[in-house]
C-alpha cells in the first residue's frame, strides 16, 4: 500500500509538471502570435503613412514646377519636417485615421536636391569613358585628398557595367550596375573611398547639370574648370543672401569664369529630388528613401528603399 501510494503521488506530480509545461507552451504560442500579429500591423501601417509622406512630398515639389524658375533652398521643398507626433497632424478626434496610439508616432522628413552633387553617371557616355565627366571628377579627387587611381578604376568598372552591348563577349563578366552609392563596392571602391565620396555624388538615370543653388562649394569647384576654391565658396556666400535665377547672374558675380559657366555643367534648376522620411515608434525606426524625377508637372518615383532598424538601448544610470 505504501508503494502504491508513492507511485500515485509520483503520477500525479508528473502530470501536473506536463499540464503545467504544455500551458505554458500554449501561452508562450498564444503571446508569440499577437507579437508577431502586432508587428506585421505596425509595418504596414508606418508603411502607409510613409507613403502618404511620399505623395505630399511630391505635391510640394508639383506646385513647385507650377510656380516654375530657378530651384534654391528658400523655397518650400528645402524646408525639412523636423521630428513630430504624428497626432498633430491628424484629425483632433480621438482614434483619427485608424491609429489610437498616434501619440506615440513621430515622423520627420526632407526633400534634397539630387543635383546638389555630382552625378557619377555622367563618367560614361556612348559606351565611353566621358573626358569632361572625368575632369570633374578629377577636381573633385583633388580637392578631397583621393587617389586618382581609385577614380581610374572606378570610372573603367562603371564603363564596364553600363556596356550592355549583346555583342560584348565579355558581358558575363561585367560587374553589376550600382543604383545607389552604397553599392559602389560593387565596382571596387573601398568603403573608405565611399564615406568620403557619399556627401558629394550621387547615381542618376540620365545626364545631369549641378544646381548652382544648391551645391556645395566643392562639388561647384569640381564642376566648374579654372575655379579655385576661395572662388567657389564665394559663390556659395552670395547666393545665400540671392539665389541665381539664371546663368547670367553666376556670370556677373564671377565675369573670369563665364564661359566655364555655359559649358552646361551646371544650371539653376533641378529634375531630381530625394525625399526623405523617418518614422520613429515605440520599439523601432523606419527610414524610408525615395528618388523622384520632375518633369513640369509630373513628378514620379523612380527608385524607393526601406530600412528598418530597432531604437538603440538606452544605458540606465547608477542606481
Known sequence: MRR??????LTAMLTVTLVATFAAAAVWQQWRN?????????????GWILTGALDWARLILREDGRAGGADHLAEPWAVPLREARLSTFLAADAGAGGLSD????FLAGEIRDAQAQLNLNNLVEAGRVSEVGLRTFQRLFEVLDLPQAQLTRLA???????????????????PLAPQTVDQLGWLGVPPSVVEVLRPHVTLLPARTPVNLNTASAEVLYAAIGGLTMAEAQEL???????????????????????AALTEGNVGIATRFFEVRGRLRLAQFVLEERSLVQRDGLDVRVLRRERIAQPLPAVASGPR
Open 4 to 9: 502504491q501510494r508513492g507511485a500515485a503521488l
Open 34 to 46: 499577437v507579437e508577431v500579429e502586432a508587428a506585421e500591423r505596425s509595418r504596414m501601417q508606418a
Open 102 to 105: 498616434a501619440d506615440d508616432v
Open 156 to 174: 573603367e568598372n562603371l564603363r564596364f557595367a553600363s556596356d550592355i552591348s549583346t555583342d560584348n563577349q565579355s558581358a558575363g563578366q561585367a
Open 236 to 258: 556659395v556666400a552670395r547666393r545665400a543672401a540671392s539665389p541665381y535665377r539664371s546663368i547670367t547672374d553666376a556670370s556677373r558675380a564671377l565675369p573670369q569664369h563665364a
